[in-house]
């Protein structure tokens, strides 16, 4: 089955500065590439997704890009806020099928 | 449109007993997945619904199990809980049908003593 590993397990950035997460998956037949922001207590929340067409998506501060060929996937976020502390989660799953493989999260920490 | 409810919010149950988990998706998702979050297991899934049937089985024991309603309402059944089953448990609808975003519920926390 898919196996999904993320690095680095915690990230401490100064505010303002950008952070980078980043996945690689095994399973070739993934072809979507979806990450959540888990604030404390709360639910995940889809921030961003990318599909295996595509090889970059932006949204305002946040990116992410995606290498086929070398099977994994980035979070950019820039110019770093306080409210982006959280645990962030990359996910992998294959076309028409619900089932999400997740890493392991990883704990960002803004320092103002 | 409302978003993914899930009840109760907290469950305090004993080891051997059963518990029903409730998800109600989003208005129009057909599709009703549900995950297992520990701190020592991270994000596991358990299974999927869609129009009522199971499309897609994680790889837990026969002891939780699901259905899905007409409405797309959906329930997880665990039986005989055990410690380790104690976790939040994650609820995700999304249309069903080649639209792959999964939007959460807030999730059952489910406490087993």
């Known amino acids: 089955g898919e196996n999904v590993e993320q690095h680095p397990s915690t990230l401490s950035v100064q505010e303002g500065d950008s952070a980078v997460i980043k996945c690689t998956y095994s399973d070739s037949a993934s072809n979507y590439f979806p990450w959540y922001k888990q604030e404390l207590g709360k639910r995940p929340q889809l921030i961003i997704d990318?599909?295996?067409?595509?090889g970059e998506k932006k949204d305002q501060r946040i990116a992410v890009t995606l290498n086929k060929t070398a099977k994994h996937f980035s979070l950019h976020i820039t110019e770093t806020q306080p409210e982006d502390s959280a645990v962030y989660f990359c996910?992998?799953?294959?076309?028409?099928?619900?089932?999400?493989?997740f890493g392991t999260g990883t704990r960002l920490t803004i320092i103002p | 449109k409302a978003g993914v409810t899930q009840t109760p919010r907290y469950l305090i149950k004993t080891r051997g007993q059963q518990v029903t988990l409730s998800c109600s998706p989003i208005s129009g998702h057909r599709s009703v997945s549900w995950y297992q979050q520990t701190p020592g297991q991270g994000l596991q899934f358990l299974f999927e619904y869609f129009s009522e049937t199971q499309r897609n089985k994680g790889n837990f024991p026969g002891r939780f199990s699901g259905r899905q309603f007409s409405n797309s309402r959906s329930e997880m059944n665990v039986s005989t809980l055990e410690l380790g089953d104690s976790a939040l448990y994650l609820c995700?609808?999304?249309?069903?049908?080649?639209?792959?975003?999964?939007?959460f519920g807030p999730g059952t926390r489910l406490t087993v003593t």
């Open positions: 995700a609808s999304s249309p069903g049908t080649g639209h792959y975003e999964q939007y």
């Open positions: 996910a992998a799953s294959r076309s028409g099928n619900e089932k999400l493989t």
């Open positions: 990318i599909r295996s067409n595509v």
